[in-house]
């Protein structure tokens, strides 16, 4: 047992003073520091002026576009214009106004603007303006037909419409809307763990027979231990990663003002409404895919001499946490689909199917238990066919291009008994 603590300790320490490591690790703090203070960052970059708009032709309908910008509360300040196209370019030079809009009559007695601008990429003013004339359009053609304003208004109001879940335990509106950012979040987390913490894993075995230290490794630590303990070296290297990150995550968090964490776009990280042991299946599930698909990867790892080797080895095995994940996103829009409920009980794919189910249905437990039951089983079948070609697999060495080459790696296991 201390030899497997040894190469946990060694894979842990290696790659924790790896620069690859500590890049990775400052780029994603620095990336949840921009994305936690993204309102302020914006803020920051946008010019505080009105956009200036010359306003050209009707003047019958300029007050109307003046008095529906004020209820509109828009920072457009637009401004009666006098002279010609040729003066408004003139003035757009040389900073007088930013834009104009030419208000005219259709033959229908009703408005139409052209906006004209040095460039129409920006499209907030253009956008507003619109609104604000489509506004007045409605509010003559409801007059003409005798419309008042009062009932123009009670027309545009939106219905009442409310969704309620007959199902006994089924989750609110407000439940489900924390719940699936909390699975989206999750189902990345888990995704790009099993890519890069699993590949990590096959290339440190990879690495290891390349400089030929795995021939002094195996002569005193047996091959099985030097597995579990790269696995578990690397899992807890993962845990740090995300313990460091999370912190930093929560700190920049406390110096947010209240309002921006509670509303607009930081409020998708108020998970007030999420259970217990909905956090509690995400910690499981995402052990035990790790457990699942770290075990195999160290297997296949194990079948090539060389690190550049890897990704071709590897490939087919990342395949099925990329079809897991397409699943998983297909089934956040329709999680009752008959697809995912069948993919939630194959273990390659429960840690993510099966945790999406449990996050935006009410799964019954005895449906938890057997797809839990399944990817434990299933991991532990890895764990010992995969210490079985491990301790074959390192004393292979040429090109290995195929997992076919499990049988060879499982006949020179048997034969270092």
């Known amino acids: 047992m201390n030899k497997l603590f040894i190469v946990l300790f060694q894979t842990y320490f290696n790659r924790l003073k790896s620069k690859p490591f500590i890049i990775t690790t400052m780029i994603t703090v620095l990336f949840i520091f921009l994305i936690t203070n993204l309102p302020g960052i914006i803020d920051s970059f946008d010019n505080d002026e009105a956009d200036r708009v010359g306003v050209m032709g009707s003047d019958s309908y300029y007050t109307l576009l003046e008095q529906q910008l004020d209820l509109m509360e828009s920072d457009i300040e637009i401004m ?74 009670k027309i545009d109001q939106p219905v009442n419409f ?32 099993v890519i890069f913490y699993g590949n990590m894993v096959a290339v440190e075995v990879a690495a290891e027979k390349s400089s ?22 690397v ?12 912190l930093c995550g929560y700190v920049f968090l406390q110096f947010k003002d209240d309002d921006l964490t509670t509303t607009g776009f930081m409020s998708f990280l108020d998970f007030s409404n999420l259970s217990p042991s909905l956090v509690i299946y995400a910690v499981l599930f995402f052990i035990l895919g790790y457990l699942l698909y770290a075990t195999i990867l ?35 829009s329709t999680p009752s689909a008959t697809i995912i409920t069948v993919t939630s009980y194959v273990p390659f794919f429960t840690p993510v199917v099966m945790f999406l189910r449990i996050g935006m249905l009410s799964v019954p437990f005895w ?30 060495y040429g090109k290995s291009s195929s997992i076919k080459d499990i049988g060879k790696a499982l006949k020179l296991s048997s034969k270092d008994k």
């Open 80 to 153: 009666p214009y006098e002279g010609s196209e040729e003066e408004a370019q003139k003035d757009i030079d040389d900073g007088k106004i930013d834009s104009y809009l030419i208000l005219e009559n259709t033959a229908e007695e009703e408005p139409q603007g052209v906006y004209k601008a040095e460039t129409v990429a920006e499209q907030k003013t253009p956008q507003v303006l619109q609104s604000a004339l489509q506004q007045i359009k409605s509010s003559i053609a409801a007059e003409e037909a005798g419309v008042t304003q009062e009932q123009l208004l």
């Open 235 to 246: 899992a807890l290297l993962g845990l740090t990663q995300y313990a460091v990150i999370f």
């Open 298 to 332: 160290a297997m296949v790892g194990s079948l090539v001499s060389r690190a550049e080797e890897v990704q071709q080895v590897i490939l087919p095995v990342q395949f099925l946490i990329i079809i897991a994940f397409f699943i998983a996103m297909f089934g956040l």
């Open 162 to 193: 409310e969704k309620v879940a007959l199902e006994k335990g089924a989750k609110t509106e407000d439940e489900l809307d924390q719940a699936r950012v909390f699975v989206y979040v999750l189902l990345f987390v888990i995704y790009f763990s």
């Open 212 to 233: 030929r230290v795995m021939e002094i490794l195996i002569s005193s630590v047996s091959p099985v231990k030097q597995m579990f303990g790269k696995i578990l070296g």
């Open 367 to 396: 449906e938890i238990a057997l797809s839990l039951v399944l990817l434990i089983g299933t991991t532990v079948f890895f764990a010992v066919l995969g210490a079985k070609v491990y301790r074959g697999g390192v004393l292979m």
